[in-house]
């Protein structure tokens, strides 16, 4: 793509399609030479669309912001999904110690879920009595734990890996595939929080 030498776009991955902002909240889509919403950006992101967002004039990437604005009008025109409960104790993390935290555990939880998204419709569908949400819910709890205890002081990295995979293995019925998924995950997030703790 040429740019015009007073094009402050930073370089992205080849694939990602980039979206500018303009001064006027005009958001324009280099790949298709338009003019974009907020709610095309949203599909978009429903789609599987990679996309960055920048600021047109300072080539800052805004994309993180970008998203928690559709998120913002997702809840307000009525698509409420985050729970009251759930948004006070997110804002309650901000400044705590355990901040740095929280976007690699959520990050893994929603990945957890998704991976697991087709099977918790199927336990809807047969109408199960169990939640069928327990089995991510304590594997989502072996994450966190295992991470405090990296990050809180006095505790040694790694020394409860064992209890938190014994906590994080699902429901006896799942593969031993799934199982070692779920550890090269945890012992993924592990690394990621020794190199947090150092």
């Known amino acids: 793509m040429a740019r015009k030498s007073d094009d402050k776009t930073p370089d992205v991955a ?4 980039v979206i500018k ?3 006027n909240r005009r958001l324009y889509n280099t790949a298709s030479s338009s003019y974009i919403t907020l709610e095309d950006l949203a599909k978009m992101v429903r789609d599987n669309v990679e996309f960055v967002v920048f600021d047109a004039k300072s080539g800052e990437d805004i994309t993180h912001s970008i998203l928690t604005q559709i998120i913002m009008d997702e809840e307000s ?3 409420q999904m985050l729970p009251v409960s759930f948004l006070r104790q ?3 993390m901000y400044g705590n110690s355990m901040q740095t935290l929280m976007p690699s555990y959520l990050e893994a939880s929603m ?7 087709t099977k918790i419709r199927e336990a809807f569908d047969k109408g199960m009595s169990a939640n069928p949400l327990s089995a991510i819910h304590e594997t989502n709890m072996a994450l966190m734990r295992a991470a405090a205890d990296t990050l809180i002081p006095g505790g040694i990295p790694g020394s409860n890996k064992k209890a938190a995979a014994k906590q994080a293995t699902p429901a006896a019925d799942t593969s031993s595939e799934e199982i070692s998924a ?3 995950q945890m012992a993924a997030m592990q690394k990621k929080l020794d190199e947090l703790g150092k």
């Open 21 to 23: 902002k303009y001064a």
């Open 14 to 17: 080849d694939g990602t399609t």
């Open 182 to 184: 779920l550890r090269d």
């Open 90 to 92: 997110l804002i309650g």
């Open 77 to 79: 025109n009525g698509g």
């Open 111 to 117: 990945t957890n879920f998704r991976q697991n998204q």
